[in-house]
């Protein structure tokens, strides 16, 4: 965009009126020949943020929880709550580490940190992790040896200490990260918070922080429209915000295939779990039937599912520096305090499925 250059602007079931307007342009970092690191709270979160942005570069992914939980998706595959809950954990901690090689990582370069979904607001607030020996059977899926047989200091500062180890290792100079004001699931908010105590022990500031949103504060339609409408901005009311720029990254075609696979390869995004081996016709086909009536109500209209939300043709970030972190605690100690709950301010009133 130049002086004298015009723009145009289409509308579509909608329009302004003619008014002066303001045309904002930034100068963001390239992505390519530069090393990225995704942190991901949960095993799906780098694919459905940022597989376009990590895909055949020089990436790295760290998942901080293995997502482990029970809502009875497979209650018909293990007798008890708890074996439900090792399975789920079990499988997406794998999901984690071998998933990403679709988009060119490598899984030596895919590590999994294993703890339990869930835990960390529970660890910043100065409560230890009792089953450490959990943490530990998640960590086994790193192919990277010195992750695999990381010891497991099941508290916050041993959270940290592992992104440290994290950093030192991959020495990124963008790191994708989730929003820690427009992101309402407490994991994806205490993951970039552990994350900026990471920072803060090696004392780096000179590198790039690319914030997305997987669970907008506004709730769970976000990003709106169908499968091929672009994601636009997050839905925000407060012009305090610290966001240095806006980056939308384009993905081709053959891109968005692939992470169209990728987020199918994941097993919790899918419409169904496995069926159990060795049933009759009859009895595979009620299974059917009754799986089919379950998704149906738990998402009627197909607003959650993340093979809507996420194989967009872009992918969106509020850009920071590492170096915007004390602000962005500052604005989020303000607007919304990290060991308590919604102050009311406008804006905060999320909901949904937060802890997927």
Known sequence: ???GAQVAIDGYHLRWRAQPAELVTFRNPTL????ILVVAPHPDDAEIA????YAGRDAWIVTVTAGNYDDGRYAYLAPT???RDELRGRVRAW???VIPAWGGVPPARSIQLGFLNGSLRGLHGGRAEPEASRVAAHRRFNAAPEFADRPVDPTWDGLVDDLVAVL???RPEIIVTAHPALDISEDHRFATWALFDALDRVGADDGWLLLYTNHLVFGEHYPFGPADAHITLPVWLDPELPVRSVLSHPLDERTRLDKLFALEAKHDLRAAPPPILGRGPVRRGLDRCAAAIREVLRDPAST???LRRAP?????FLVSTWADRDALRAYVEHAWPIEGEPTGREGYVGGGDTDR
């Open 1 to 3: 965009a130049r002086p």
């Open 32 to 35: 390519d020949e530069r090393t």
């Open 50 to 53: 940022a597989f376009g942005t």
């Open 81 to 83: 709550s708890e074996a």
């Open 95 to 97: 999901d984690s580490v």
């Open 168 to 170: 030192e290792t991959a």
């Open 304 to 306: 959650y599912d993340y």
């Open 312 to 316: 967009r043709p872009n992918e969106v």
